[in-house]
């Protein structure tokens, strides 16, 4: 993968560039704002950018903008917001218009490597990735969303599966289900959150959003 | 009222105008006066002030009478509170007039700062000292402007009359005496008459005197009077002023530790998260990369050992940084209670309706107050439903939450060993930036707790 980072903390960028670099990726810029990475994804287009939210001159949410303003202009580059917090309003922005190829996920998660690459991997190839502690406090609040607290609990679980962006094979072998019964699921889930016939992965993403746009 | 200040109680203010109060005014000079600009202005303030006098004069004697007798209603309070308060516009043209013909630079005293709610307009209306004063500036200077004009035209046109008179005496009527003689000139008492050259250089000298020396004298003299009563009357008072400086003091302390917040998680933020996600980074990698390969089962259990303290500790200092300056208050109020109302366990509800962005300090305050109040619906009163509203009204700013646990909150006084519970605490942060604090939690439930803020607490 070609991979771009803007993260303004030196000895986390230097971290990460170093730690995809001895997993074979190519680091195309390593970055410590968000008009420096627009720059460099214009001179040189990634895989995928990993983009911190609080980054100069205000730290506040520089790197959703540059997110945002990445799909708008490169939108065939994957883009992962890294926050060291949990904002709903942020992942909220974030995933409003075109969620595939978009991620959101605390900083820990570097921690578990392995995982955190396959994140990357994912998000390159179009799909949703959202922090599991995003998706607990969703769920914990889910009540509140008009639809959602129709869902039965193992439609929850379904639910905020997909919202971490598994496969449907990914959700039947962690819920110990058959892969029809998955299926079965997810087509109640569209129902009751309204969602009409369209292609599938299209819905997925409208269901996931209707965890964040509450 | 009590409190009137020294007419230097200007000087107490750290304003750079103040310095022109004492070398605006050029000295008098007494023989000279006629000549001085000072002088004229003076006269012409002595026009203004008296035109303006029955005015102000009408408007205290209303606010007195009309207080008064309306006093017995609740209505009647509002009234006169509001006709107190108001009285400070009087003295703000007194002011301005002052400053631009008597060159007497006074002071704004402090600012009008009614207590929140209904009762508490009335109490700040009817206990307004500026009001008051102002109250009391019109009245007296009624007199004062009355008198002042009369004498001061009257030399005016005395002098300037006897000064001209061989001029103008030609045009006046002849006149017979007792003895049956004809005059054309002034009449002074009995058969005086002003109509002999050496008679009228006399008189001429006698107006120029009267132009020349006295007028400007009295004219000054008033000029003066009048500039002391308005820096005694309508100036802020040394107690109020002591107060305002109390208060700025205060003011710039919250804003300060709120600053030192802010730093302290940024500090954080930038060294220690982002020093421990790489530590928790790079033992990942190595514990990944060990694993395919023999190694001591001691140092994998070890590296997974570091890598699961790393992993909490980030945990952990989230919490904390967290705790200390949400960063997403940077953004607003709004998006901080968002993130807030969705990381609550329990269902909450969240309306806000915030016109203008308060200050930092006050948007901090209200934050910490919410998120206490939210931890104290769950963990003590096991509410199931918690409802938060912020609002903006004017230059207040409302929040209110309520849940459907089970009540009897109370706010306690801190113990003697300095422990406080945690409304004692809400309360003191509330108080520090002069807001309040309503608690209303039956035993049983439900608990609302309703805190009213100012907007800007340097600006109320």
């Known amino acids: 993968m070609r991979i771009a980072i803007a993260e303004d903390s030196a000895i986390l960028r230097a971290g990460l560039a170093e730690l995809l670099a001895g997993r074979g990726h190519r680091i195309t810029a390593a970055v410590s704002d968000a008009a420096a990475l627009l720059e460099a994804v214009a001179a040189e287009a990634p895989d995928v950018a990993i983009v911190d939210i609080r980054m100069p001159p205000t730290h506040t949410d520089e790197g959703i903008r540059a997110a945002l303003e990445l799909r708008r202009t490169h939108p065939d580059v994957g883009v992962l917001v890294f926050s060291q917090y949990v904002e709903t309003r942020y992942a909220a922005r974030l995933f409003a218009d075109h969620p595939a190829g978009v991620g959101y996920l605390l900083k820990d998660r570097v921690a578990e490597v392995s995982s955190f690459v396959d994140s990357l991997e994912r998000i390159r190839h179009g799909e949703t990735v959202l922090d599991p502690e995003v998706v607990a406090q969703l769920m914990r609040s889910s009540g509140q969303h008009r639809g959602l607290d129709t869902l039965t609990p193992r439609e929850g679980q379904v639910l905020e599966l997909m919202a971490e962006g598994r496969t449907n094979v990914a959700i039947a072998e962690h819920l110990f289900l058959s892969a029809g019964a998955v299926e079965k699921n997810i087509t109640a889930i569209f129902g009751k959150l309204g969602l009409a016939a369209a292609p599938g992965d299209h819905r997925r993403v409208l269901a996931v959003l209707k965890y964040l746009q509450a | ?460």
């Open chain 2, 1 to 460: 009222m009590t409190n009137i200040a020294a007419p230097n109680a200007a000087l107490h203010l750290p304003e750079p105008d103040d310095s022109r109060m004492a070398e605006g005014a050029a000295p008098y000079r007494f023989l000279t006066g006629l000549f001085q600009r000072q002088t004229w202005r003076e006269f012409l303030y002595h026009f203004a002030a008296l035109l303006l006098a029955p005015f102000g004069f009408a408007y205290a004697v209303a606010t007195v009478s009309l207080g008064a007798s309306l006093a017995v209603t609740v209505v009647g309070l509002v009234v006169a509170a509001a006709l107190i308060a108001a009285a400070r516009y009087w003295g703000t043209v007194q002011r301005s007039l002052a400053a631009s013909l008597l060159q007497q630079h006074v002071a704004e005293p402090v600012p009008f700062r009614p207590k929140p709610g209904f009762f508490g307009f009335i109490r700040s209306g009817l206990a307004d000292s500026a009001g008051w004063r102002a109250i009391a500036h019109q009245s007296v200077s009624f007199v004062v402007s009355v008198t002042a004009f009369c004498v001061s035209i009257t030399f005016f046109a005395t002098g300037l009359g006897a000064m001209t008179h061989w001029i103008w005496y030609r045009y006046l009527p002849l006149q017979q005496a007792a003895d049956g003689s004809w005059h054309r000139g002034a009449q002074l008492g009995m058969d005086y008459y002003i109509d002999t050259p050496p008679r009228q250089l006399l008189f001429a000298a006698i107006g120029a005197v009267f132009l020349w020396l006295l007028w400007p004298a009295l004219n000054h003299g008033f000029a003066r009077l009048q500039a002391v009563l308005a820096a005694g009357l309508l100036g802020p008072t040394a107690a109020s002023l002591r107060l305002r400086d109390v208060e700025h003091s205060r003011n710039r302390t919250v804003e300060d530790a709120d600053a030192r917040l802010r730093r302290i998680e940024r500090d954080l933020h930038d060294g220690t998260q982002a020093q421990l996600v790489a530590i928790a980074m790079k033992l990942g990698d190595a514990r990944d990369r060990l694993s395919g390969q023999e190694t001591a089962p001691e140092v994998a259990h070890l590296l997974e050992s570091a890598h699961g303290t790393a992993k909490d500790a980030l945990v952990d200092l989230r919490d904390l940084a967290r705790g200390i300056h949400p960063p997403v208050l940077n953004d607003g109020l709004a998006p901080a209670l968002e993130t807030l109302a969705a990381q609550s366990p329990v269902r909450t509800s969240l309306v806000l309706n915030i016109a203008a962005r308060p200050a930092p300090a006050v948007e901090a305050t209200a934050y910490f107050c919410a998120m206490e109040l939210v931890t104290n619906a769950v963990k003590h009163a096991r509410a199931e439903q918690i409802r938060i509203s912020v609002r903006t009204a004017g230059n207040r700013l409302q929040l209110h939450v309520g849940d459907d646990g089970r009540g009897g909150a109370v706010l306690s006084r801190p113990a003697p060993s300095g422990h406080r519970s945690g409304l004692a605490g809400l309360a003191e942060r509330v108080a520090a930036v002069d807001g309040t604090l309503h608690i209303e939690s039956p035993a049983g439930g439900p608990t609302n707790v309703t805190i009213d803020l100012p907007l800007d607490p340097e600006r109320p």
